[in-house]
């Protein structure tokens, strides 16, 4: 997993030369964001659907995930309170969202009644945060871009 961290002002810039090199730089191709008929974003390079995106934030951090099968990805602050009547703690909360980005489908009642998928979601914590991310292909690129 590579983190690529920038400040917001220079973070579209940082965001398609991330991509690009994730997709193997070429002279002449472009990359744009599109979305297909779910809604869900996808990584359109050089015209042609190449991967999947996913983005999150909180307060002053953005992170947009991307990688070649579908993905999903959260940010919380680690301090934030998790609704106690869903999970035990904001890691199980992000886990939740990141799964319902996943599948494309929002948070379901069947996501927050239940437990995600056992390998599917990986969490960690960055600074004063707390991110996971859902995807069965575990080479994931994560841009985080903050206000400053």
């Not at 929002?106 to 998928?117: D, F, H, K, Q, Y």
Request: hydrophobic letters at 35%.
């Amino acid at each position: 997993m590579l983190i690529y961290k920038a400040d917001a002002s220079v973070g579209l810039e940082i965001a398609k030369n991330a991509i690009l090199k994730h997709y193997g730089n070429s002279i002449g191709k472009t990359v744009e964001l599109g979305r297909l008929s779910s809604g869900k974003p996808v990584v359109l390079y050089d015209g042609k659907e190449e991967g999947y995106v996913s983005v999150s934030h909180t307060e002053n951090v953005v992170l947009i995930a991307f990688c070649d099968s579908e993905v999903g990805i959260d940010i919380e602050n680690s301090n934030r309170q998790a609704p106690k009547k869903i999970c035990t703690d904001i890691t199980e909360w992000t886990q939740k969202e990141a799964y319902s980005k996943y599948l494309g489908t929002g948070l379901t009642r069947e996501i927050l009644n239940n437990s995600v998928p056992y390998g599917l979601v990986d969490s960690f914590v960055m600074d004063e945060y707390t991110v996971s991310v859902a995807s069965a292909d575990k080479k994931v690129d994560i841009i985080s871009l903050t206000s400053k």
